[in-house]
């Protein structure tokens, strides 16, 4: 099968969502499928066959000055014409079978449907975040789980200003919401895969038809037990307001024996090393950001790992990692984090916004319990979050996808 992968990058370092495309590919190539990539030219994209006709470069960040080129940047953010013309290049040349998109938002935007729509391409998105019911993408208003944009009025964002509380900035991405909701702009995408159960019943509650929702998780490698002794707690991630770090960290200022490493970077960082010496002073290591290969060395060594988020995770590959290694994770209530983590099984599930209920929960994730709640979290990630499981259902949707096209008149 010739399968194009699209993205507006193509690094590892463009996110989780990048680096699950780059996986899955990988992991198709090795089946002996044709495989290949369109994103955005960039000089940090990883090689690629077609990257000569990729989509031009967009300046996210510093925005222009002045009011017309802010206004052309906008429209350009919302369907960009240059994106929808590079496409139908790539499309003729390598004549796809199937096309799977992932992050377009922005630097592609939907416009890239369009050549496939008439060129009759079948489409499918694996959904990362709550982008196509939620303006700016997660569910937060101030910092507090917000759904009020599932009416499909998309003005909620304006109002309550959602993005960074700028009102222009929060207006424009409510606008863009409408625009691609009342032009149907996603129209063309056969199937949404959603990694958690929760944001399928997010997208369907936002008015997308439940026939082109489909619960699809994400899958992960097992890594070998660590014959090491397992000492201390473990967060990775991004060091940013909605992962809730900080409450960590209150909880381990709960528990003086405890030591907690802290494996990422963000925009929170020297605030909470600020705070960490507070609560716990000598007690909490930041590491900054570190290649793949030594967090999982990390998770493997850890006696716990903890993702205390105050909003609606999706499916955060950090959790699976931890499972394939065989850590434990202690999780809060929200989003698809109670469908990965089986509470007193594989680890435990706490209220959010409770550092006493995270200290709690590292009490009781020790010693013996810890080791058997760790083994139980490998043998659910070998059972349910395989590659091979995880490719054959992928390659189930789009034998679906082919065959119906096949059958059309």
């Known amino acids: 099968m010739r399968i194009l992968h699209v993205d ?10 990048t680096g699950y495309m780059l996986d899955v590919a990988a992991a198709q190539r090795g089946a002996g499928h044709d495989v290949e990539f369109f994103s955005v030219a960039d000089e940090a994209n990883e090689p690629a066959t077609y990257e000569a ?9 510093p925005p222009p000055e002045g009011v017309l080129a802010k206004g052309r940047a906008f429209a350009r953010t919302v369907w960009s014409p240059g994106a929808a013309g590079a496409m139908d290049d790539v499309v003729e040349q390598f004549r796809p079978d199937v096309v799977h998109l992932h992050n377009i938002y922005h630097q592609l935007t939907p416009s890239v449907l369009r050549p496939l ?7 499918v998105m694996t959904v990362h975040d709550y982008k196509l019911v939620c303006p700016t993408y997660r569910f937060l208003d101030k910092q507090q789980p917000c759904t009020a944009c599932l009416d499909g009025r998309f003005r909620h964002a304006v109002q309550k200003r ?7 900035a929060s207006a424009a991405m409510a606008l863009e919401a409408r625009v691609h909701r009342s032009t149907g702009a996603y129209r063309h995408v056969a ?25 699809l998780p994400l899958f992960v490698d097992v890594v070998p037990p660590s014959r090491g002794p397992r000492e201390g707690v473990l967060f990775t991630g991004r060091l940013s307001p909605e992962k809730g770090l900080d409450l960590l960290v209150r909880a381990i200022g709960q528990l003086p024996d405890e030591q907690l490493t802290v494996v990422g970077d963000g925009p929170l960082r020297a605030e909470l090393e600020a705070l960490a010496e507070q609560q716990a002073p000598g007690r ?96 659910v990630a070998r059972a349910d979050f395989s590659p091979t499981t995880h490719l054959t259902r992928v390659l189930e949707v789009y034998d679906g996808l082919l065959d119906q096209r096949s059958r059309l008149p």
């Open 284 to 379: 909490v290591t930041f590491t900054g950001h570190q290649p793949k290969a030594q967090v999982l060395d990390r998770l493997a060594a850890a006696r716990v790992a903890v993702l205390p988020a105050r909003w609606y995770e999706n499916q955060p590959l950090g959790v699976l990692e931890a499972m394939a290694c065989g850590t434990p994770m202690v999780v809060t209530d929200m989003g698809g984090l109670p469908e990965l983590v089986q509470d007193g099984l594989t680890g435990v599930v706490v209220p959010p916004e409770d550092p006493a209920a995270l200290a709690t929960a590292l009490r009781q994730v020790r010693g013996d319990a810890a080791a058997t709640m760790g083994n139980a979290a490998r043998r």
């Open 8 to 17: 507006k990058f193509l690094r590892r370092s463009g996110g989780g969502a």
């Open 191 to 215: 199937k949404l895969l959603c990694p958690s159960a929760f944001l399928r019943d997010k997208l369907e509650q936002g008015g997308y038809e439940p026939e082109r929702l489909l619960h």
């Open 53 to 61: 006709s990729f989509a031009p470069h967009v300046q996210m960040e």
């Open 162 to 168: 959602c993005r960074d509380g700028r009102l222009g």
């Open 117 to 123: 729509q008439r060129r009759g391409v079948p489409a």
